[in-house]
Nanobody
């Protein structure tokens, strides 16, 4: 399992932007797909965006398409989520996750390593 650590959460007004980062502590030569999930109060954890190991395949939930961008820098073992035009409904704890698979993964069951989460709060 990888150890994952997210940074970059915070409080922002609606229409603002935030950038999340997730650094993975992994073994040399490990290859893994990754994703960003979020969980709002009283709701289940949902997939926001996902990316394959090589970064050539991505997935976005309809609610964040165009507004969010997921990308990775494998040489730094780091995953990013750029969030723009944030809305109050984006308020949640955001988690990064890593999968043992290298291809795009869209089910939480396919992820075996999780970060501790970072809070994103969007005020109206």
């Amino acid at each position: 399992q990888a150890h994952l650590a997210e940074t970059g959460g915070g409080v922002v007004q609606a229409g603002g932007s935030l950038n999340l980062s997730c650094t993975a502590s992994v073994r040399p030569n490990d290859a893994y797909a990754m994703g960003w999930f979020r969980q709002a109060p009283g709701k289940g954890r949902e997939l926001v965006a996902a990316i394959s190991w090589q970064g050539d395949s991505t997935y976005y939930d309809d609610s964040v398409k165009v507004r969010f961008t997921i990308f990775r820098e494998n040489w730094k073992n780091t995953l990013y989520l750029q969030m723009t035009n944030l809305r109050p409904e984006d308020t949640a704890v955001y988690y990064c996750a890593a999968s043992l698979h290298t291809t795009l993964r869209m089910s939480s069951e396919d992820y075996n390593s999780w970060g501790q989460g970072t809070q994103v709060t969007v005020s109206s």
